[in-house]
């Protein structure tokens, strides 16, 4: 028995969690109607509160493996809504790691599927970076014509940050800026780019896969530190995409084509008797051939 963990850091914000993680859940479901599909939050305090506010509760990764076991699902398949592989994508994996090696749970194999900007683009690998900035690009299109786009992330992970902004500059999307809140790169970096391009009409798009309330309050809200009012101070004419990338369909399309890919890779192999079982971790998923004795 199979069964799928959609998996979040996860958000208070009800309506902007359904609008992302949940249509993408829809969509697995409808893909893989014949398996089992949890949706969980990573953050154990964002769980908490999530359950004491809405009637429909949420899991956490842990509750999520232990209902499976419950169930007799033997094969999981992790699809990690996450950007880039942050602390809290590390600490999955040792959690599903753990669950691989225990004689408690049976679990034959576990599978993640990788984050949104993973591949280079290298030796045949698909090219993440390029994947993303082409569905950014195309989904936000009508309202970016003659402007620059100004993509901002609020994370610590500066090197795929950075190699997005490689990227762009390198030809995939030529009038995409990248910076971050707190790290490289900069907004005072992002300014420096913005006036070699040239454009005074910019669209702020949240680099970020929910779009909550105060992600947007952030970006545009009539706070003197916004984004919006550090832009216009600058000269620009601003406007806001009002969405997080979770709500856009082609980023969406992207999670799914990476848990298809980890779904095909361990149908390619067969479980082999138990007792003859040696785990094995890679860079993309983690996998048993067989149950862990």
């Known amino acids: 028995m199979k069964g799928i963990i959609i998996a979040s850091f996860g958000s208070i914000y009800q309506d902007a969690v359904e609008k992302s993680i949940g249509s993408i859940e829809k969509k697995v479901r409808s893909m893989y109607s014949d398996m089992e599909v949890r949706r969980v939050f990573l953050s154990d305090a964002l769980v908490e509160k999530w359950n004491e506010k809405y009637d429909e509760k949420i ?20 699809q990690p809504i996450t950007l880039v592989a942050d602390q809290c994508y590390q600490q999955m994996r040792k ?28 030796k045949n690998y698909a090219d993440d970076y390029e994947a993303t900035l082409e569905s950014i690009v195309r989904h936000v299109n009508t309202k970016a014509l003659n402007k620059s786009i100004v993509l901002m992330a609020n994370g610590q992970n500066q090197l795929e940050f950075s190699t ?7 030809g995939a999307a030529p009038n995409v ?3 971050t809140t707190n790290g490289f790169p900069t907004f005072k970096q ?20 929910i779009g909550s309330t105060h992600l947007m309050d952030y970006l545009g809200g009539e ?5 919006y009012a550090l832009l ?47 785990p094995v971790m890679t860079n993309s998923r983690i996998e048993a051939q067989g149950m862990i004795s």
């Open 95 to 122: 959690q599903a790691l753990k669950f691989l090696h225990s004689n408690e749970y049976g679990f034959n194999q576990v599978n993640i599927g990788k984050p949104l900007l993973t591949s280079l683009g290298v």
């Open 59 to 78: 899991s956490s990764f842990t509750e999520a493996m232990q209902d499976f076991a419950r169930l007799g699902v033997d094969e999981v398949y992790i």
């Open 190 to 209: 992002a300014l420096t780019l913005l006036d070699r391009m040239g454009h005074k009409d910019l669209l702020v798009v949240p680099l970020a896969l």
């Open 223 to 227: 706070r003197s530190d916004s984004i």
């Open 232 to 278: 216009a101070e600058e000269g620009y004419n601003v406007d806001i995409w009002n969405e997080g990338l979770g709500e856009n369909p082609y980023v969406q399309d992207l999670f799914l084509k990476h848990l298809g890919q980890a779904i095909r890779m361990s149908d390619r192999k067969r479980p082999m008797p138990r007792e003859s079982v040696k």
């Open 177 to 179: 800026v990248v910076f």
């Open 164 to 170: 997005l902004q490689l990227k762009a500059m390198y």
